[in-house]
């Protein structure tokens, strides 16, 4: 049943994927890109991660892909032309996605995977050992009648613990790029000719 | 036991399916009833079953004042010509209409119809998904119906089409942002994403806004009321902003837009846009019923009175439910036949000038308020005075925005 799935979803994406290269129109690659975006979202509750798979949704099929779709629709554009590719951006283009492999192939070399545990009552009660015991992440773990892996409140935890800083930079980080959109979409509006 | 749940889950997903769906042919039926009263008319109450077109003498008036009518409303959808006109893009116009409906319908998935039943050792919670981040879902699910829209006005290829499209786009990415921020406050009086445990919180210690029993009655709840009242109005008016009802109805604005985004649309595809709209108005109330008025709770510490996990006190539940959600839906109702449209930039102005900072104030004064037990009274009221500066500063900044003369802008 979840192998099902599992191929299901990763269909969904990879056929989002190529779909999304072959189309000629943008607004259907627009949306076979949103395909892609709910197969993976598809991928990663299949592993659990509910709140990765609902914020891939959220932020990236519901938000970006639709702001695309929308500058898309006011820029009024028609289908690509086919192009002659130069051989230049053909080995770029496989040179990149390789030495992205390559990063992942060493990092996953370089991890300390521990062995695969499935999820059942045993093992979360095994992990709950490890948090504080008036915590929502133990009591959920710990509970009764229908244990749960709390994945929200486990990401939370690690953010606003081990990864509190980073997090701060990052926000810091945005402030500072929308400030300056909004900045630089200013100064254009003033320069540009008025109407009569 | 596997079986048992799967045996369940397809039980509530029909029940549940055909539960919302009969809501949204009541729904319209409520809304041209309750329209006819608000304008002082009679309205459709005395549609008869035909049987006369069968043989027989005389059609058949059941007395139900008019429920018959969305009988009657559905089949001439059916019936009437499906025109495509010719120069519309065919594959994203017949795909539309889909997209409006279908993400609906899927959110209801996670809603707690009633409290769990119990059978032996196995514990049925009456969600079809009894998720760890339902609010979340409902939000991500529900920003997939913008598609359906804009593909409509994008795809009808002419104008008027076209301009409901893109408004519409723009208003619901907007109103998006202020609908998320505002309901943080609930979620950390809560402190869990999961509906079903929020539901059975507020049976046990009061309903989020009206906290008379249980742990509701302690000082720290009823000065959360500050924030939690502004956060449903927030979310209440973001919620009529998303469903593109009256007041917020621009994308259709017939003055101006003929019929908007669903002007080329014809019979069944019409219908579907209609009766997408009624659904994403019936899954608004019911998160609004679920976070701020106790879901299926009945409310005043009866609950607890209540046997747990019995089959009957499950429907009883799922009744209360229901009535509080068309209680709602007659607010829906209410307030487009009494508040006129607002102007395009008046909404904008709302949704970004007023609700986004609105929102973002009141998630902090929520904070500051939970965290008097944990940093005292003192850094409590330098942190207060700290916050009214900013919100007296970004009013200023605000109010001036909203009034700026527009110079250099197209």
């Given amino acids: 049943m979840h192998s099902l799935l599992f191929y299901l979803f990763s269909f969904l994406a990879v056929a989002g994927g190529i779909l999304l290269v072959a189309f000629r129109n943008p607004v259907s690659s627009a949306l076979s890109m949103v395909l892609s975006f709910v197969g993976l979202a598809g991928l990663f509750i299949g592993l659990n991660a509910y709140f990765v798979g609902i914020v891939q949704i959220l932020v990236y099929a519901g938000a970006i892909m639709v702001l695309f779709v929308f500058i898309i629709m006011l820029l009024d554009l028609n289908n690509e032309e086919k192009v002659k590719f130069r051989s230049s951006t053909v080995v770029l283009g496989i040179v990149i996605p390789l030495c992205l492999a390559l990063q992942i192939l060493g990092v996953i070399q370089s991890q300390d995977t521990k062995e695969f545990q499935p999820i059942t009552e045993e093992t979360l009660a095994a992990a709950a050992e490890s948090f504080p015991e008036d915590g929502a992440i133990h009591k959920s773990l710990a509970h009764e009648k229908t244990p749960k892996l709390p994945d929200t409140n486990l990401i939370g935890q690690q953010i606003f613990t081990h990864y509190n800083f980073p997090l701060q930079v990052i926000g810091a980080l945005l402030l500072v790029a929308t400030i300056g959109v909004v900045v630089l979409s200013k100064r254009t509006a003033k320069t540009r000719p008025t109407d009569s | ?410």
């Fill in chain 2, 1 to 410: 036991m596997e079986t048992t749940l799967l045996i369940a889950a397809a039980i509530k997903i029909g029940v549940f399916l055909g539960v919302t769906l009969t809501l949204v042919s009541v729904c319209v039926i409520f809304e041209r009833r309750f329209s006819a009263i608000i304008q002082d008319r009679v309205g459709p109450n005395r549609t008869m079953i035909p049987l006369s077109i069968l043989g027989f003498k005389k059609d058949l008036a059941l007395p139900i004042g008019g429920l018959t009518q969305p009988m009657a409303d559905g089949l001439k959808f059916i019936l009437k010509e499906d025109f495509t006109p010719s120069y519309v893009r065919k594959a994203f116009f017949w795909l539309a209409p889909c997209m409006t409906m279908v993400p609906a319908l899927i959110t209801m998935a996670v809603v707690p119809f009633g409290s769990p039943i119990e059978f032996g050792d196995l514990v049925i919670p009456m969600a079809v998904a009894d998720l760890n981040v339902g609010p979340l879902f409902i939000f991500a699910i529900a920003s997939l119906s913008v598609y359906g829209i804009t593909l409509a006005g994008w795809s009808s290829n002419s104008k008027y089409p076209f301009f409901g499209g893109v408004r519409s786009c723009a208003q619901m990415i907007s109103y998006e942002i202020a609908l998320g921020l505002s309901v943080i406050p609930v979620l950390m009086m809560f402190g869990t994403l999961n509906l079903g445990h929020i539901v059975e919180y507020q049976a046990n210690n009061g309903w989020l806004l009206l906290p008379f029993w249980g742990e509701g009655l302690t000082a720290e709840r009823w000065w959360m009321l500050i924030p939690l009242v502004v956060s449903f109005f927030i979310f209440t008016t973001s919620i009529f902003a998303e469903t593109n009802r009256t007041p917020f109805d621009l994308p259709e604005c017939e003055t101006e837009l003929v019929g908007g985004y669903h002007t080329e649309y014809s019979s069944m595809k019409f219908a579907l846009f209609f009766l997408g709209e009624y659904a994403a108005m019936i899954i608004g109330s019911a998160l609004i019923v679920t976070l701020f008025f106790g879901g299926w709770s009945i409310g005043f510490g009866i609950d607890g009175l209540l046997p747990t996990g019995a089959w009957w006190v499950s429907l009883l539940h799922v009744g209360c439910f229901l009535t509080k959600v068309t209680v709602f839906i007659l607010f829906f109702i209410l307030v487009r036949w009494t508040v006129p449209r607002f102007r395009y930039d008046q909404l904008m102005n709302l949704g970004w000038i007023v609700f986004f900072e609105a929102a973002l104030i009141n998630v902090f004064i929520a904070a500051l308020i939970l965290a008097v037990p944990h940093i005292g009274y003192l850094a409590f009221g330098v942190c207060l005075a700290i916050l009214l500066v900013i919100t007296g500063v970004l009013f200023a900044i605000a109010k001036s925005a909203i009034h700026a003369p527009k110079e250099g802008t197209v």
